[in-house]
Antibody
Framework: QVQLVQSGAEVKKPGASVKVSCKAS????????ISWVRQAPGQGLEWMGW????????NYAQKLQGRVTMTTDTSTSTAYMELRSLRSDDTAVYYC???????????WGKGTTVTVSS | DIVMTQTPLSLSVTPGQPASISCKSS???????????LYWYLQKPGQSPQLLIY???SRFSGVPDRFSGSGSGTDFTLKISRVEAEDVGVYYC?????????FGQGTKLEIK
């Protein structure tokens, strides 16, 4: 079955970077995109960006431009999301999701908790 | 960015009774291809979101038929015909026609 397995929880200091992985299985990785969505504690869902696993094209949320980079490794069917210059308000659960078309996110990972604290 | 507004923000329903959630978008979600890119997700407690409904009214694989979606343009509704205990969680609508995709604030469903 289609699965997205995310890396484990991270604790980072302000100003540091974090890189979260999302390993896909059960489908042809390069046939779809991967979206990243985050959820701050007790808050709603915020779209961060998208990457095509086919050609590496990306779209990022404007507020994260310059701090976020999404990449893929097709040899391991893994997507990565790196967020730099971390601030306390980046503390959140970060989800990857398979995007099948037009932002239709049909399968989600279980989430990776990133805590930014001094 | 398109603003998605859900009402109510919380709902307490007796098992077996119906429930309805409204979602309004600040712009039309009708694409030139004729499709309307409005999705509904449910986030059960402690879990990641799961897709319920895509393109306004199509149920995702495995979603019970007590869930139905309707609407057009800027006004949409999710209905649960008979609420069950397993339906508790936060329901989000999301638009996928314009970048960035945006979510409603969420509607928390509790069981009485």
């Amino acid at each position: 079955q289609v699965q997205l397995v995310q890396s484990g929880a991270e604790v980072k200091k302000p100003g540091a970077s974090v890189k979260v992985s999302c390993k896909a299985s059960g489908y042809t990785f390069t046939s779809y995109g991967i979206s990243w969505v985050r959820q701050a504690p007790g808050q709603g869902l915020e779209w961060m960006g998208w990457i095509s696993a086919y050609n590496g094209n990306t779209n990022y949320a404007q507020k994260l431009q310059g701090r976020v980079t999404m990449t893929t490794d097709t040899s391991t069917s893994t997507a990565y999301m790196e967020l730099r210059s971390l601030r306390s308000d980046d503390t959140a659960v970060y989800y990857c999701a398979r995007e099948i078309y037009s932002n239709n996110m049909d399968v989600w990972g279980k989430g990776t908790t990133v805590t930014v604290s001094s | 960015d398109i603003v998605m507004t859900q009402t109510p923000l919380s709902l307490s329903v007796t098992p077996g009774q119906p429930a309805s959630i409204s979602c309004k978008s600040s712009q039309s979600l009708l694409h030139s291809d004729g499709k309307t890119y409005l999705y509904w997700y449910l986030q059960k407690p402690g879990q990641s979101p799961q897709l319920l409904i895509y393109e306004v009214s199509s149920r995702f694989s495995g979603v019970p038929d007590r869930f139905s979606g309707s609407g057009s343009g800027t006004d949409f509704t999710l209905k649960i015909s008979r609420v069950e205990a397993e339906d508790v969680g936060v329901y989000y609508c999301m638009q996928g026609i314009h970048l960035p995709p945006t979510f409603g604030q969420g509607t928390k469903l509790e069981i009485k």
